[in-house]
């Protein structure tokens, strides 16, 4: 894991989805701890059944002081992303992508997006999506991933930073608990059954 320099990174500023208004990084964990979604895009089918599997911490996150936001590389997408209620936090926007570029969020490039889109991860994942009716489109920055911080109330520290090598990476949410140190009774999304190309839900 890296090593995250949060008073740097934290001057990053990121757009708010819903008042256009500027803010920087740092001002989300000024006075809470915070766990930040970095989605890949708005409108991609798997960042959209993470979103929905994440906010269901958000009670529980609530009622222990805890945050959640999300962010996406460009507003591509936001409007429709809003409208099918996928995610239950406050979300921005990272025009500039310097957070993702801060926190090692790596871009794929046209070789290299191909088979990492088609690997059995975001198979996996596609087909839970399919199977929760989370449908997604191809539109936007198709060569960027994702990632997740959570950070300590006043930026004390870095809770958990988790960077996604194939696109159907995710932090599964027993972890966030975990790094936040509170308990959760959610119910964790279907899995399907997986033998090698051969899903079954």
Known sequence: ????????????????????????????????????????????????WMAAEISKLEPDLGANGVSLVGVGPEEFGLQEFKEGGFFKGSIYVDEEKKCYKDLGFKRYNALSVVPAALGKKVRDVSSKASAAGIQGNFSGDLMQSGGMIIVAKGGEKVLLHFIQDSPGDFVPLEDISTALGISSTVK???????NDDVCTR
Request: aromatic share 8%.
């Open 1 to 48: 894991m890296a090593k995250v320099n949060l008073s740097e990174v934290g001057k990053n500023l990121l757009k708010s989805a819903d008042s256009g208004e500027k803010v920087e990084l740092q001002s989300l964990w000024q006075d809470q701890p915070v766990v930040v979604f970095f989605l890949r895009r708005f409108g991609c089918q798997v960042c959209r």
């Open 188 to 194: 964790v999304g279907q899995k399907p059954v997986c």
